[in-house]
Antibody, heavy 118, light 110 residues
Framework: QVQLHESGPGLVKPSGTLSLNCAVSGDSISRGNCWGWVRQPPGKGLEWIGDVCYTGATTYNPSLKSRVTISLDRSKNQFSLTLTSVTAADTSIYYC???????????WGQGTLVTVSS | QPALTQPPSASGSPGQSVTISCTGTSSDVGGYNYVSWYQQHPDKAPKLVISEVDKRSSGVPDRFSGSKSGNTASLTVSGLQAEDEADYYCSSRAGSNGYVFGTGTKLTVL
């Protein structure tokens, strides 16, 4: 059974860079699937951020594309999210996620709250 | 890409059926058979319920069903139970732009 676990700072300063990792257990990120991130502002709806497939190919939400990088770390079997030039609007619960294809997410991390504040 | 449109709320009594709609465009819902539905209980991660319009995820009761007509997809929950009370989100392929989620619907079991 695949499990995902997010880690990273819970507080980031405005104009700074948000960095999160997602550790994967129960599967190899190099064997298949796409690995991505979804965020949810407290009390609000879900927003897809982007993903990276096992080939290294990436797809990003057009509204965030200029600020987002998602990458694989095959040696640690984890993947990461970097979001630059953050503002208070980026305060959200960030979920890492696994997609086996067919545009569905079949496994989610428990989520981690990141607050952007000085 | 704009979020898919869902009603903010839906409700039904135990045993009744309720249908939640998800309206997009020909560039997302109408253009692909890649509509998924997720259930999210308070303070929990979302859980996949339906994928590819009408395929139930493993372990999901057959009370949950999905369909699509044109640019609108629907999730029907039959025989409502208390544990079905949750937020529900649709999502769709959005061409080369990846995914787009719906605005979310809070389902209340009266």
């Amino acid at each position: 059974q695949v499990q995902l676990h997010e880690s990273g700072p819970g507080l980031v300063k405005p104009s700074g860079t948000l960095s999160l990792n997602c550790a994967v257990s129960g599967d190899s990120i190099s064997r298949g699937n796409c690995w991505g991130w979804v965020r949810q502002p407290p009390g609000k709806g879900l927003e897809w951020i982007g993903d990276v497939c096992y080939t290294g190919a990436t797809t990003y939400n057009p509204s965030l594309k200029s600020r987002v990088t998602i990458s694989l770390d095959r040696s640690k079997n984890q993947f990461s999210l970097t979001l630059t030039s953050v503002t208070a609007a980026d305060t959200s619960i960030y979920y890492c996620a696994k997609s086996p294809g067919w545009y569905k997410i079949d496994c989610w991390g428990q989520g981690t709250l990141v607050t952007v504040s000085s | 890409q704009p979020a898919l449109t869902q009603p903010p709320s839906a409700s039904g009594s135990p045993g009744q059926s309720v249908t939640i709609s998800c309206t997009g465009t020909s560039s997302d819902v109408g253009g692909y058979n890649y509509v998924s539905w997720y259930q999210q209980h308070p303070d929990k991660a979302p859980k996949l319920v339906i994928s590819e319009v009408d395929k139930r995820s493993s372990g999901v009761p057959d009370r949950f069903s999905g369909s699509k007509s044109g640019n609108t997809a629907s999730l029907t929950v039959s025989g409502l139970q208390a544990e079905d009370e949750a937020d529900y989100y649709c999502s769709s392929r959005a061409g080369s732009n990846g995914y787009v989620f719906g605005t979310g619907t809070k389902l209340t079991v009266l």
